[in-house]
């Protein structure tokens, strides 16, 4: 049932932010059309759940991970790369705001649902990490997208979202891992070979559908 709640949390979100535009100087997700390998929009049929990374921390709570990337958000069904898309475009600013502030110009963005599973659950997501041969991606800022992201206290059954913003662009065209305390998720490196396939059949509909001759 988790994963429908995050669901409905995500567009919630994204309705009560409104489809702002961001601005150019800096793309939300820190990629541009060409680091996303020139993919179009509109052609994948991944769902969020493809790009998802879950880890538990003991009993008392569970967290998803979802990078927001265009290199893998390209990979989504339309609705849900427009979805995500609102959603960095509506706090593009701020988003921009705290990467200049630290000097970082192409941050890397993830966005973040905890699941308390008890009650009076604690969580910190400044401790959320991402690794990759012995590189850390530690966040450089945080916006709640839920109240209950601010308080950093769950009861069973409650959940809270945010942005979490990294240091760098997140590495998603390699295998990292996510760490929370004592908790550790090697999922995306399971997540790879769909990832690489649904690219590759989406540059093959754009090969198939130049003119022949064309370039």
Known sequence: MIPRVATALL?????ACGPRSAPAQVSPAGTD???ADELPVGRGQLS????TVRLR????????VLPLDERVM??????????LRALTNAHGRRIDSIAASRGVRQPGLALVSFFG???STRFDPEVLTLS??????RPIGIIPLTATFSSQQLDAGGSASGLIIYEERLPVTEPFTVSYLDAVSDEWERRLPRLETERGRILGTVRDARPAGGR
């Open 57 to 64: 921390s003991g009993e008392t709570l569970d967290i998803r």
């Open 48 to 51: 969020q759940d493809h790009i």
């Open 74 to 83: 390209r990979l989504l069904a339309n609705d849900a790369y427009a979805s």
């Open 11 to 15: 567009l919630a979100v994204v309705c």
């Open 117 to 119: 599973l008890a009650p």
């Open 132 to 137: 990759l041969r012995n590189r850390s991606y």
């Open 33 to 35: 059309s060409t680091s």
